[in-house]
């Protein structure tokens, strides 16, 4: 189970990607017109609708009641009818759940193995729930007190000592003074002191800035609606315990891998031509390899091959992300260097995925091409004996 989007429209000249709150302008504000029940302090749409956006509307039109205004949002050309595009694959009711949490204005954390798009159903949450994405907090082993906290422009702060103007919110006190959501990303990557600066934040709901005692600004309280969405990774390297102080303040939801192959395969195959038409190219892989494509990811990452043989899973994560990643590359590839049978590059293209962490994840790869691969080469499937035929090439 995995979050993603189905189609990415191209981004105006002079940025690669829009926010998601760009990129589905027309859709949030059909829903905030279509949905007129009862929304929390702060949030931009209703509860149900945030669901709705983030799971599509099951191909049903939603259409706006006669008694609202012909248009949504601005122009003559806003829609009054409406199918909203899923952009999560997996359980409605995790999406729910995460909303529930928001809703209680507690701290959502999103928890997985890498490529599981945490970070776009985060991104997706925040852009529905207070129409902006951007009040993000990039978490490294170098992130600092400041990122939750605040900072110093030290200029002004020089000139006219602690004050007001001199002080920089960081974007977790952006967020509680107008009743926003945060995004924490890979918070387990902060240092465990660096991490537990948000306890009080998450618990009292306030942050007191010493430096400035005696004045108004010595309080910030949080705004109705503020909180934060957190993602971590469950299989990664260099990470910090969170302390159970921290961790009683999240309730934690695991984004897993998606468990269907035609809807993985559909993803993949969505994402990939996103990627490509956005290099400027036309998408030119075949299903048929991009299926087997993600047959090889899915036998890999589970240990375990469709047809029930045992597969030595590789130390690397073999996750949809990664998937659609090799899928655009081969899709680049044949637009702008034609000249092969596009599957030839799948071997060379794995290999540099497997490799990434392991040196043995090689001869793991080895092993899977002598295993299943040979299989259904011997089964007499044309796809895979070519694939068995370019075993030379992962040498």
């Not at 999240?250 to 031509?273: H, M, S, Y």
């Not at 045992?310 to 899928?327: H, K, L």
Request: hydrophobic share 45%.
């Amino acid at each position: 189970m995995t979050m993603t989007e189905q189609t990415v429209p191209p981004a105006p000249s002079g940025r690669q990607t829009l926010p998601a709150e760009e990129r589905h302008a027309a859709e949030l504000a059909f829903l905030a017109a279509h949905d007129d029940g009862p929304r929390p302090p702060g949030w931009s749409l209703t509860p149900r609708a945030v669901v709705t956006f983030v799971c599509g509307s099951e191909g049903q039109t939603l259409e706006l009641p006669g008694s609202r205004p012909a248009s949504v949002g601005e122009g003559p050309d806003s829609p009054t009818r409406l199918v909203i595009a899923p952009k999560f694959v997996g359980e409605r009711s995790l999406v729910e759940r995460c909303v529930v949490t928001l809703a209680g204005e507690r701290g959502l954390l999103l928890v997985g193995e890498p490529g599981t798009a945490k970070s776009m159903l985060s991104e997706l949450l925040a852009a529905a729930v207070c129409g902006t994405s951007a009040l993000t907090v990039q978490g490294t082993a170098g992130t600092t007190e400041d990122a939750f906290r605040y900072g110093w422009n030290y200029a002004l702060l020089l000139a006219q000592g602690p004050s007001r103007q001199a002080l920089v919110d960081s974007p977790v006190l952006s967020a509680m003074r107008s009743g926003r959501v945060a995004r924490i990303e890979e918070i387990t990557r902060c240092l465990p002191e660096v991490q537990d600066a948000l306890v009080s934040i998450l618990s009292d709901r306030r942050l007191s800035v010493p430096e400035l005692a005696g004045t108004p600004d010595a309080l910030t309280p949080a705004a109705p609606g503020f909180t934060v969405i957190a993602t971590a990774n469950l299989r990664d390297r260099g990470v910090s315990e969170m302390s159970a102080a921290l961790k009683r303040r999240f309730n934690f939801e695991t984004v897993a891998p998606i468990a269907d192959p035609a809807a993985e395969a559909a993803l993949v195959r969505g994402q990939a031509t996103a990627v490509v038409r956005r290099a400027g190219a036309a998408f030119g892989v075949d299903d048929a390899v991009l299926d087997a494509l993600v047959t090889v990811f899915r036998d890999l990452r589970s240990g375990r091959s469709a047809e029930g043989w045992d597969v030595e899973r590789p130390g690397t994560v073999m996750s949809t992300a990664e998937a659609v990643q090799v899928a655009a590359s081969l899709g680049v590839a044949a637009a702008y260097l034609p000249g092969g049978d596009v599957l030839d590059l799948v071997p060379g293209h794995l290999l540099g995925v497997v490799r990434k962490d392991d040196p043995a994840d090689h001869a793991r790869l080895l092993g899977y091409w002598d295993g299943p691969v040979r299989r259904r080469a011997e089964d007499g499937s044309a796809m895979w004996r070519r694939l068995w035929d370019l075993r030379e090439h992962l040498r």
